[in-house]
């Protein structure tokens, strides 16, 4: 299209040369006159190139229009949730540093077990500080459904894959609450025989307890509020936020 345009616009001056020479040569058109009219098609043509110039660009600005129209007009497919889950503001962030584990004393190497899902992230930072010798596996269990409250029931989903006889074991967990999950969960890993078993606990809410549990490492005492973040869930969300949260409404 903008190249016929441009063999017109260019063809233009020979055609209307010829044309008005055969008027002159006819005597119907003065030489005067056919020199005054090119003088004035000189004057046209150049705003005439600068329109067919900015043809590409005018094109390309009505596509960019188009689009945006289209996006303006496009239905909303994500909708707010009609009563959404409020979060505490919260600004501090976790960081570990100087971590060690000893057993009687001495400096031997040891077995982590993971208590899957919630320890997920607590248990990343926190092997990424432990100098020496350590193992690790998982275990997952669950008690909370998707409630605030535990079922009191502690079901295990996936066992270890490892033997931890005759090991020192420190079991990690992000939150003891009721410590029904950590009271199971002990008897259980006892079963295994391991030289000795530790717990180590980001959070610990002992007002909530309702089993004795002794705990041998704790990162912070909370009240009794529900916690989220830093892979501890509400039905199973909010485990990516980077911080930890307290949820305020529900
Ligand atoms: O002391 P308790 O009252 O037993 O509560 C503590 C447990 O509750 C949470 O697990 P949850 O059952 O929610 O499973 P999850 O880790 O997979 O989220 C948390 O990760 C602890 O394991
Ligand atoms: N997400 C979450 N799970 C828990 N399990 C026991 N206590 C809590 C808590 O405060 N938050």
Do not use: W
Not at 32 to 37: E, H, K, T, V, Y
Not at 68 to 78: A, H, K, M
Not at 121 to 133: N, P, Q, S, T, W
Request: proline fraction near 4%; hydrophobic fraction near 45%.
């Amino acid at each position: 299209m903008l190249a016929s345009v441009n063999v017109l616009s260019d063809m233009t001056p020979f055609i209307v040369a010829i044309v008005a020479s055969l008027f002159v040569i006819d005597g119907s058109l003065t030489v005067g006159s056919l020199i005054a009219f090119f003088a004035y098609v000189d004057k046209m043509r150049s705003p005439v190139a600068a329109l067919v110039n900015a043809y590409p660009a005018i094109t390309e600005g009505s596509v960019a229009l188009n689009r945006l129209f289209t996006f303006f007009s496009t239905p909303q497919t994500i909708q707010e949730k009609a009563n959404p889950v409020i979060l505490k503001q919260f600004t501090h962030s976790i960081k570990l540093n100087k971590v060690s584990f000893s057993y009687d004393g001495k400096d031997e190497s040891i077995f982590l077990i993971v208590v899957l899902k919630g320890s997920f992230v607590f248990a990343a930072d926190l092997i990424r500080e432990i100098k020496g010798d350590v193992k690790v596996d998982f275990i997952s269990v669950s008690s909370y459904s998707d409630q605030t409250e535990t079922t009191g029931k502690v079901k295990l989903l996936k066992d270890l894959d490892t033997d931890i006889t005759n090991k020192n074991v420190v079991v990690v967990e992000d939150i003891i609450d009721s410590g029904l999950t950590l009271h199971f969960l002990r008897d259980h890993l006892n079963m295994h025989k391991p030289k000795q078993i530790k717990i180590c606990t980001l959070l610990d809410k002992p007002e909530r307890r309702r089993v004795e549990l002794p705990v041998d490492y704790v990162g912070f005492v909370i009240p009794d509020e529900f916690i989220v973040g830093y892979g501890i869930d509400f039905a199973q969300m909010y485990r990516n936020l980077p911080y930890i949260a307290t949820v305020e409404e529900y």
